[in-house]
């Protein structure tokens, strides 16, 4: 059986800010990952690197059997996840993660937010301060920093200005939930253990965020204080509560083989659903992965397990 792992290597931003490049640096080095498991398991493999001119060759004659998806877009072309999905549909041949819609919804925070409110699930309103503000197009924590989060009229009105400037979209307002942060990931219709942030000592004097310093800049504070631990100390009934929201967030936003959903809870310990991320990253040393390894998972079986909820479709 012959398994091609698509991805991207984006080059050039033609918007945001320089240094968000740093969010697609793992990508290559992910799919190689990928690749050398899935061959280690038996699997004939290849790597297929995906930009404007070789995505012509994605079509019905392609010759594989499944399209293991670790593509974020079209090489550099900004904004173009759904489209390489939207191609790989129509292949007609089976391919891993999400579907171009499910893409295209969990992609726009905004209207993500309406369907999760509409299926009565938890999600912060943006009635009172503090509140914190981000892109609504941009995962990866792009525009996410300290001043995201704030406090008065004057600094809202400032930080989306410099948002909408920088990334020429919509922003998302709602309230800071100052709390625990988790993150759950479903793999199949499987909740696996769920993951804390625990922020280190240097966030006494800041907000407890995963801004994207502590995402992807190695050197500073953030990135080093903010480490996940699985699985999260948790009452049983706290655990389950919060297992049946992200199922079920998992199924009204249409996600298929894995999807991982980032929460807060608030100083009660009601959880609240930040974002719902399809296709979230799964190096070895993601926070999916690292899920999956307290669900008792290797990497292999992992990527295993991915590779045949695709091919039962």
């Known amino acids: 059986m012959k398994i091609t792992v698509v991805y991207n290597e984006v080059k050039i931003k033609t918007y945001g800010k320089p240094e968000d490049l740093l969010a697609d640096v793992?990508?290559?080095?992910?799919?190689?990952?990928?690749?050398?498991?899935?061959?280690?398991l038996g699997y004939e493999t290849e790597l297929f690197k995906v930009d404007e001119e070789s995505v012509r060759s994605l079509t019905k004659s392609y010759p594989t059997d499944l399209f293991f998806n670790n593509a974020f877009g079209i090489g550099s072309t900004a904004k173009s996840e759904a489209d390489l999905t939207g191609i790989l549909e129509k292949t007609s041949k089976p391919f891993s993660g999400a579907t171009s819609k499910n893409i295209v919804l969990t992609t726009d925070k905004i209207a993500t937010k309406k369907i999760l409110a509409a299926a009565m699930l938890p999600v912060p309103g943006n009635s009172k301060f503090p509140l914190i503000i981000k892109p609504a197009g941009?995962?990866?924590?792009?525009?996410?920093?300290?001043?995201?989060?704030?406090?008065?009229?004057?600094?809202?009105?400032?930080?989306k200005k410099l948002?909408?400037?920088?990334?020429?979209?919509?922003?998302?307002?709602?309230?800071?939930?100052?709390?625990?942060?988790?993150?759950?990931?479903?793999?199949?219709?499987q909740v696996l253990p769920i993951s804390?942030?625990?922020?280190?000592?240097?966030?006494?004097?800041?907000?407890?965020?995963?801004?994207?310093?502590?995402k992807w800049e190695e050197e500073t504070d953030e990135f080093k204080e903010t480490v996940g631990v699985c699985p999260a100390k948790l009452s049983e009934g706290l655990r389950r509560k919060i297992e049946e929201i992200a199922l079920k967030a998992f199924m009204v936003t249409n996600c298929r083989d894995f999807a991982r959903v980032d929460?807060?809870?608030?100083?009660?310990?009601q959880p609240y659903i930040l974002e719902v991320n399809a296709n979230p990253g799964i190096g070895p040393n993601d926070g999916v992965v690292r899920s999956a390894k307290a669900a008792g998972h290797s990497y292999l079986s992992f990527l295993q397990k991915i590779v045949s909820l695709a091919l039962l479709r």
């Open 196 to 214: 804390e942030i625990i922020f280190g000592k240097s966030f006494k004097s800041k907000y407890k965020i995963v801004d994207f310093a502590a």
């Open 26 to 40: 793992d990508t290559v080095k992910t799919a190689e990952e990928i690749a050398l498991a899935l061959s280690s």
């Open 263 to 269: 929460m807060r809870l608030d100083k009660n310990n």
């Open 138 to 159: 941009e995962d990866c924590s792009l525009g996410i920093s300290q001043a995201s989060v704030v406090n008065n009229k004057m600094e809202l009105k400032k930080q």
């Open 163 to 189: 948002l909408e400037k920088t990334y020429a979209e919509e922003v998302l307002i709602e309230e800071f939930i100052d709390g625990r942060e988790l993150n759950v990931t479903i793999l199949g219709n």
